[in-house]
């Protein structure tokens, strides 16, 4: 993807307790900046998490989560963090993340892809996603999602 393709952008400065000896940031600390840009992602759309969710009746877990790592980021760099729902399923949705540094918007530094899985909130058993939650996805995305796409055409 490109930076372009996001409209879902926030920046976040690295700091010291988030390196490790290698003066680099420590890889599980990227999954959690990945969470920060999906729990804003939630708020950008008008469904702040948890309580928008449970509100409709549904829940988000992580099934699957895997980042791929270009570049070294270190102490007190700073990261333009986007991201955008890539593609639909009938249960799931998958969240693209990308990260880069501020005004280097050629290649990014961390890429990753999570899928979430639409649980009831009380048996925590798969449920469709809910039709909000759509709405209000291609309502804010400047790319359709992948299976929405196919759905809009037919």
């Not at 999906?38 to 988000?60: H, K, N, Q, S």
Request: proline share 5%; net charge negative.
């Amino acid at each position: 993807m490109a930076y372009a393709e996001y409209r879902h952008r926030f920046p976040l400065r690295v700091r010291w307790a988030e390196v490790d000896l290698q003066g680099v940031v420590f890889n599980a600390h990227y999954l959690a900046y990945t969470d920060v840009c999906v729990t804003e992602y939630w708020r950008a759309i008008g469904m702040v998490y948890p309580g928008a969710f449970l509100a409709i009746g549904a829940d988000l877990f992580v099934r699957k989560a895997t980042l791929e790592y270009h570049a070294p980021v270190t102490y007190d760099d700073e990261l333009e963090i986007c991201g955008r729902i890539s593609r639909f399923g009938t249960t799931s949705l998958s969240f693209r993340v990308e990260m880069f540094a501020p005004g280097r918007h050629d290649r990014a530094l961390v890429d990753g892809d999570l899928v979430y899985v639409c649980t009831d909130p009380i048996s925590k058993s798969p449920q469709r996603l809910p039709a909000l939650l759509r709405e209000r996805v291609l309502a804010f995305e400047t790319i359709v999602p992948a299976e929405a796409a196919a759905n809009a055409a037919g």
